[in-house]
Protein backbone atom coordinates (compact mmCIF):
# COMPACT_ATOMS: atom_id res chain seq x y z
CA UNK A 1 0.00 0.00 0.00
CA UNK A 2 1.66 3.82 -1.00
CA UNK A 3 0.59 5.58 2.26
CA UNK A 4 1.95 8.75 0.87
CA UNK A 5 -0.63 8.48 -1.99
CA UNK A 6 -3.74 7.36 -0.41
CA UNK A 7 -2.79 9.55 2.20
CA UNK A 8 -2.97 12.32 -0.11
CA UNK A 9 -6.39 11.24 -1.63
CA UNK A 10 -7.65 11.58 1.54
CA UNK A 11 -6.80 14.83 2.18
CA UNK A 12 -7.97 16.04 -1.27
CA UNK A 13 -11.23 14.62 0.33
CA UNK A 14 -11.38 16.86 2.87
CA UNK A 15 -10.55 13.71 5.59
CA UNK A 16 -9.35 14.81 9.34
CA UNK A 17 -5.80 13.48 9.61
CA UNK A 18 -7.23 11.20 12.35
CA UNK A 19 -9.49 9.66 10.00
CA UNK A 20 -6.92 9.35 7.83
CA UNK A 21 -4.17 8.00 10.41
CA UNK A 22 -7.63 5.17 11.42
CA UNK A 23 -8.08 4.28 7.71
CA UNK A 24 -4.24 3.30 7.33
CA UNK A 25 -4.39 1.02 10.04
CA UNK A 26 -7.87 -0.64 8.89
CA UNK A 27 -6.22 -1.57 5.97
CA UNK A 28 -2.81 -2.36 7.23
CA UNK A 29 -5.20 -5.15 9.19
CA UNK A 30 -6.66 -6.16 5.83
CA UNK A 31 -3.31 -6.25 4.45
CA UNK A 32 -2.25 -8.35 6.98
CA UNK A 33 -5.35 -10.76 6.57
CA UNK A 34 -4.86 -10.90 2.96
CA UNK A 35 -1.14 -12.18 3.37
CA UNK A 36 -1.47 -14.60 5.93
CA UNK A 37 -4.75 -16.28 5.32
CA UNK A 38 -5.14 -15.52 1.86
CA UNK A 39 -1.12 -15.32 0.56
CA UNK A 40 -2.21 -12.32 -1.69
CA UNK A 41 -1.50 -8.53 -1.57
CA UNK A 42 -4.26 -5.75 -1.74
CA UNK A 43 -3.64 -5.45 -5.37
CA UNK A 44 -5.08 -8.89 -6.01
CA UNK A 45 -7.68 -8.96 -3.75
CA UNK A 46 -11.30 -10.22 -5.00
CA UNK A 47 -14.49 -9.47 -3.64
CA UNK A 48 -14.78 -12.94 -2.21
CA UNK A 49 -11.99 -12.12 0.06
CA UNK A 50 -13.37 -9.10 1.95
CA UNK A 51 -16.39 -11.35 2.86
CA UNK A 52 -14.13 -13.64 3.93
CA UNK A 53 -12.36 -11.10 6.14
CA UNK A 54 -15.77 -9.40 7.60
CA UNK A 55 -16.69 -13.36 8.45
CA UNK A 56 -13.08 -13.94 10.26
CA UNK A 57 -13.48 -10.05 11.67
CA UNK A 58 -16.55 -10.64 13.35
CA UNK A 59 -15.15 -12.88 15.81
CA UNK A 60 -11.39 -11.49 15.68
CA UNK A 61 -11.96 -7.34 15.41
CA UNK A 62 -13.90 -4.69 17.26
CA UNK A 63 -16.23 -3.20 14.56
CA UNK A 64 -15.94 -4.55 11.31
CA UNK A 65 -17.81 -1.48 9.43
CA UNK A 66 -14.68 0.61 9.65
CA UNK A 67 -12.84 -1.51 7.89
CA UNK A 68 -15.07 -2.24 5.23
CA UNK A 69 -15.60 1.66 5.55
CA UNK A 70 -11.29 1.87 4.95
CA UNK A 71 -11.61 -0.52 2.39
CA UNK A 72 -14.11 1.05 0.39
CA UNK A 73 -12.37 4.35 0.53
CA UNK A 74 -9.30 2.39 -0.55
CA UNK A 75 -10.39 0.89 -3.88
CA UNK A 76 -12.32 3.81 -4.66
CA UNK A 77 -8.59 5.62 -4.51
CA UNK A 78 -7.43 2.98 -6.58
CA UNK A 79 -10.33 3.09 -9.15
CA UNK A 80 -11.19 -0.35 -9.02
CA UNK A 81 -14.81 -0.24 -9.06
CA UNK A 82 -15.43 -3.97 -7.99
CA UNK A 83 -14.24 -3.94 -4.76
CA UNK A 84 -15.80 -0.41 -3.86
CA UNK A 85 -18.85 -1.66 -4.55
CA UNK A 86 -18.15 -5.23 -2.76
CA UNK A 87 -17.05 -3.06 0.47
CA UNK A 88 -19.91 -0.79 0.36
CA UNK A 89 -22.49 -3.36 -0.34
CA UNK A 90 -20.97 -5.22 3.08
CA UNK A 91 -20.93 -2.51 5.09
CA UNK A 92 -24.33 -2.00 4.23
CA UNK A 93 -25.76 -5.28 5.29
CA UNK A 94 -23.65 -4.57 8.81
CA UNK A 95 -25.73 -1.48 9.36
CA UNK A 96 -28.99 -3.01 8.52
CA UNK A 97 -28.22 -5.96 10.88
CA UNK A 98 -27.53 -3.01 13.45
CA UNK A 99 -30.51 -0.92 12.95
CA UNK A 100 -32.54 -3.72 13.40
CA UNK A 101 -31.45 -4.51 17.28
CA UNK A 102 -30.65 -0.61 17.41
CA UNK A 103 -32.25 1.44 20.58
CA UNK A 104 -34.48 3.80 20.21
CA UNK A 105 -32.59 7.33 20.56
CA UNK A 106 -33.17 9.46 23.87
CA UNK A 107 -34.85 12.47 23.25
CA UNK A 108 -32.20 14.16 25.44
CA UNK A 109 -29.42 13.39 22.31
CA UNK A 110 -31.16 15.02 19.88
CA UNK A 111 -29.49 18.51 19.18
CA UNK A 112 -30.41 22.08 20.19
CA UNK A 113 -33.95 19.90 22.03
CA UNK A 114 -35.91 22.38 24.77
CA UNK A 115 -34.42 20.58 28.15
CA UNK A 116 -37.92 21.68 29.61
CA UNK A 117 -39.97 19.99 27.32
CA UNK A 118 -38.19 16.87 27.21
CA UNK A 119 -38.91 17.18 31.12
CA UNK A 120 -42.73 17.70 30.56
CA UNK A 121 -42.52 14.54 28.14
CA UNK A 122 -40.41 12.30 30.52
CA UNK A 123 -42.78 12.73 33.26
CA UNK A 124 -45.50 10.93 31.23
CA UNK A 125 -43.01 8.00 30.17
CA UNK A 126 -41.89 9.93 26.80
CA UNK A 127 -38.06 9.06 26.75
CA UNK A 128 -37.16 8.13 23.70
CA UNK A 129 -37.73 8.35 19.83
CA UNK A 130 -39.98 5.47 19.76
CA UNK A 131 -42.49 6.68 22.32
CA UNK A 132 -42.45 9.85 21.18
CA UNK A 133 -43.48 8.43 17.42
CA UNK A 134 -46.48 6.16 19.57
CA UNK A 135 -47.60 9.08 21.15
CA UNK A 136 -47.76 11.35 18.40
CA UNK A 137 -48.40 9.41 15.30
CA UNK A 138 -51.80 11.77 14.72
CA UNK A 139 -52.73 14.97 14.97
CA UNK A 140 -55.12 14.25 17.40
CA UNK A 141 -52.95 12.68 19.74
CA UNK A 142 -50.36 15.44 19.21
CA UNK A 143 -53.08 17.82 20.35
CA UNK A 144 -53.85 15.52 23.65
CA UNK A 145 -49.99 15.42 24.45
CA UNK A 146 -49.69 19.62 23.81
CA UNK A 147 -52.56 19.62 26.14
CA UNK A 148 -51.74 17.25 28.76
CA UNK A 149 -47.93 18.71 29.19
CA UNK A 150 -48.41 22.40 28.31
CA UNK A 151 -45.86 22.04 25.45
CA UNK A 152 -47.07 23.53 22.29
CA UNK A 153 -48.32 21.68 19.12
CA UNK A 154 -45.84 22.68 16.95
CA UNK A 155 -42.92 21.31 19.32
CA UNK A 156 -45.00 18.22 19.54
CA UNK A 157 -44.67 17.99 16.20
CA UNK A 158 -40.87 18.95 15.49
CA UNK A 159 -40.14 16.07 17.95
CA UNK A 160 -42.11 13.61 16.22
CA UNK A 161 -40.82 14.28 13.01
CA UNK A 162 -37.36 14.29 14.16
CA UNK A 163 -38.17 11.23 15.94
CA UNK A 164 -39.26 9.37 12.41
CA UNK A 165 -36.09 10.75 10.38
CA UNK A 166 -33.70 8.82 12.95
CA UNK A 167 -35.74 5.60 11.97
CA UNK A 168 -33.17 5.75 9.11
CA UNK A 169 -29.94 4.19 10.74
CA UNK A 170 -26.61 6.03 11.29
CA UNK A 171 -29.31 9.69 11.64
CA UNK A 172 -29.04 10.03 15.35
CA UNK A 173 -29.34 13.90 16.79
CA UNK A 174 -27.64 16.04 14.77
CA UNK A 175 -27.68 14.45 11.22
CA UNK A 176 -31.62 14.54 11.90
CA UNK A 177 -31.66 18.07 13.06
CA UNK A 178 -29.55 19.05 9.46
CA UNK A 179 -32.44 17.29 7.84
CA UNK A 180 -35.02 18.95 9.70
CA UNK A 181 -33.50 21.94 9.19
CA UNK A 182 -33.07 21.72 4.98
CA UNK A 183 -36.74 20.71 5.88
CA UNK A 184 -36.64 17.10 4.76
CA UNK A 185 -38.79 16.68 8.01
CA UNK A 186 -40.31 13.44 7.04
CA UNK A 187 -39.49 10.10 5.49
CA UNK A 188 -42.00 11.16 2.72
CA UNK A 189 -40.15 13.99 1.72
CA UNK A 190 -36.98 12.06 1.78
CA UNK A 191 -37.88 9.07 -0.56
CA UNK A 192 -38.39 11.70 -3.25
CA UNK A 193 -34.89 13.30 -3.54
CA UNK A 194 -32.16 11.60 -5.29
CA UNK A 195 -28.61 11.43 -3.19
CA UNK A 196 -27.11 13.96 -5.09
CA UNK A 197 -30.24 16.62 -4.68
CA UNK A 198 -30.21 15.30 -1.20
CA UNK A 199 -26.38 16.16 -0.25
CA UNK A 200 -26.33 19.33 -2.14
CA UNK A 201 -28.95 20.66 -0.20
CA UNK A 202 -27.76 19.81 3.38
CA UNK A 203 -23.82 20.78 2.20
CA UNK A 204 -26.04 24.55 1.54
CA UNK A 205 -27.46 24.51 4.79
CA UNK A 206 -24.93 23.00 7.21
CA UNK A 207 -22.43 25.39 5.40
CA UNK A 208 -25.52 28.28 6.66
CA UNK A 209 -26.28 26.68 10.36
CA UNK A 210 -22.64 24.78 10.93
CA UNK A 211 -24.33 21.43 12.31
CA UNK A 212 -22.09 19.18 11.42
CA UNK A 213 -18.31 19.62 11.30
CA UNK A 214 -18.72 18.04 7.86
CA UNK A 215 -21.59 17.02 5.61
CA UNK A 216 -22.88 13.75 4.40
CA UNK A 217 -21.16 11.87 1.65
CA UNK A 218 -22.69 10.44 -1.25
CA UNK A 219 -22.93 7.00 0.39
CA UNK A 220 -24.51 8.15 3.05
CA UNK A 221 -27.38 9.99 1.23
CA UNK A 222 -27.93 7.28 -1.03
CA UNK A 223 -28.48 4.90 1.82
CA UNK A 224 -30.91 7.38 3.47
CA UNK A 225 -32.54 7.60 0.38
CA UNK A 226 -32.93 3.53 -0.36
CA UNK A 227 -34.43 3.18 3.60
CA UNK A 228 -36.68 6.17 2.91
CA UNK A 229 -38.29 4.42 -0.13
CA UNK A 230 -38.29 1.36 1.91
CA UNK A 231 -39.54 2.26 5.44
CA UNK A 232 -43.57 2.33 6.34
CA UNK A 233 -45.29 5.02 6.71
CA UNK A 234 -45.64 5.89 10.27
CA UNK A 235 -46.53 9.28 11.51
CA UNK A 236 -49.61 10.99 9.91
CA UNK A 237 -48.55 14.61 8.90
Keep these: MNEEEFTEFMRKNRRS ?6 CIAFMKRFEEYLAKHKDKNLEKAVPSDIKDFALWGEKELKSINS ?3 AIHRYYEFK ?3 EMRRAATELRRREIEKKRRKRTPLNLKRIKDVVPEHVEKLASLG ?3 TKQILEAGRTRKER ?3 SRKTNIPLEYILE ?3 LADITRISDIKGAKGRLLYEADVDTIEKLSKFTPKEL ?4 IKVNEEKKILKRPPTLIETTYWVEQANKLPR ?3 Y
Excluded at 17 to 22: D, L, R, V
Excluded at 199 to 202: A, D, G, M, P
Design 143 to 145: EEL
Design 79 to 81: SND
Design 199 to 202: RKKL
Design 17 to 22: EGTIKS
Design 126 to 128: ILN
Design 234 to 236: IAE
Design 159 to 161: LVK
Design 67 to 69: YLW
